[in-house]
């Protein structure tokens, strides 16, 4: 099998997963998620955050995007530009007014109602979407590359973390030199250091 062939493979099986989990259970999951990455030092001490809105049956990130404002951190949202196939970044105050479905029916900065990040460099610390995980901090996303793309060309990356379920831990995966490690895993069972591998 080549190493696409494994990676679509693992989507698949990983999403259909997720997609098992009754609603409450996974609404239950995410709720503990939220309370421990709103507890991780590193986004604590963070002042300006990058995160995403989530679709189909992954983390609910909703709520932890609402506790980001909450604790008035300045957020910064995704929204995919279809001419360049990168992702532009947007500051998010109000979701309720700023976002609206965009690709694939994820909710999405509207550009004419938000102000556009001028300066990747200003993002102390960003939760990334993923489909599976490996604990030494390996992604595998959805096969666009759009977040592989945009670390790519920071100067100085923020703290990367990613929300998970505990079934979405897998034990090996392809990987490309292009393909960015997360240094920080949460799940609902743990909080693991990608960088020691160990979890708390």
């Given at each position: 099998m080549t190493d696409q062939a494994i990676k679509q493979a693992l989507r698949k099986r990983i999403i259909a997963l997720r997609e098992q989990l009754p609603e409450a259970q996974r609404a239950a999951y995410s709720a503990a998620i939220t309370e421990r990455l709103l507890q991780l030092p590193e986004y604590r001490q963070a002042g300006t955050v990058l995160g995403y809105m989530n679709f189909g049956a992954e983390f609910a990130s909703e709520r932890w995007v609402a506790r980001v404002l909450a604790d008035g951190k300045r957020l910064a949202l995704p929204k995919v530009n279809r001419h360049t196939n990168y992702l532009d970044l947007y500051w998010v105050e109000d979701?309720?007014?700023?976002?609206?479905?965009?690709?694939?029916?994820i909710r999405e900065p509207v550009a004419e109602r938000c102000e556009r990040l001028g300066n990747l460099n200003e993002v102390e610390f960003a939760l990334l979407?993923?489909?599976?995980?490996?604990?030494?901090?390996?992604?595998?996303?959805?096969?666009?590359?759009?977040?592989?793309?945009?670390?790519?060309?920071?100067?100085?990356?923020?703290?990367?973390?990613?929300?998970?379920?505990?079934?979405?831990?897998?034990?090996?995966?392809?990987?490309?030199?292009?393909?960015?490690?997360?240094?920080?895993?949460?799940?609902e069972q743990e909080t693991i250091d990608c960088s020691a591998r160990k979890s708390v």
């Open positions: 979701p309720e007014s700023q976002l609206a479905a965009g690709l694939w029916g979407p993923g489909v599976a995980f490996m604990r030494a901090g390996a992604r595998l996303g959805y096969g666009g590359g759009f977040y592989d793309k945009l670390f790519a060309g920071m100067a100085q990356r923020p703290i990367l973390a990613a929300a998970a379920f505990a079934l979405q831990l897998v034990e090996a995966l392809p990987q490309e030199a292009t393909d960015i490690k997360v240094e920080w895993i949460i799940t």
